[in-house]
């Protein structure tokens, strides 16, 4: 059993900032891969930004420069810097968890998702 809960969504004006933070915990032998992504009203679910176990992250081209995506190994947890928010940025921000788990099965699991609101 595995949970990715994610926290830290609320309500900002634009160019305003937020922080989200996403927490795995379960039967996790190592953690492959954590990411965000996002989905607005009518639209389909898009990757906002990844970390990889080794450091290296990737970004989508619409939040360069803006969000900065972070993890802490120690704690499992993975963090989303939000500054210069646009309203386009509004959507429900779900967390992703690639892993091995315990019996070295791979895992994929969803947080509730955490939703974020850009006021113009």
């Known amino acids: 059993q595995v949970q990715v809960v994610e926290s830290g969504g609320g309500l900002v004006q634009a160019g305003g900032s937020l922080r989200l933070s996403c927490a795995a915990s379960g039967s996790i032998f190592s953690i492959n891969a954590m990411g965000w992504y996002r989905q607005a009203p009518g639209k389909q679910r898009e990757l906002v930004a990844a970390?990889?176990?080794?450091?290296?992250?990737n970004y989508a081209d619409s939040v360069k420069g803006r969000f900065t995506i972070s993890r802490d190994n120690a704690k499992n947890t993975v963090y989303l810097q939000m500054n210069s928010l646009k309203p386009e940025d509004t959507a429900v921000y779900y967390c992703?968890?690639?892993?091995?788990?315990?019996?070295?099965?791979?895992?994929?699991?969803w947080g509730q998702g955490t939703l974020v609101t850009v006021s113009s």
């Open positions: 970390i990889t176990s080794g450091g290296s992250t």
């Open positions: 992703n968890l690639e892993a091995t788990g315990w019996s070295r099965g791979a895992l994929d699991a």
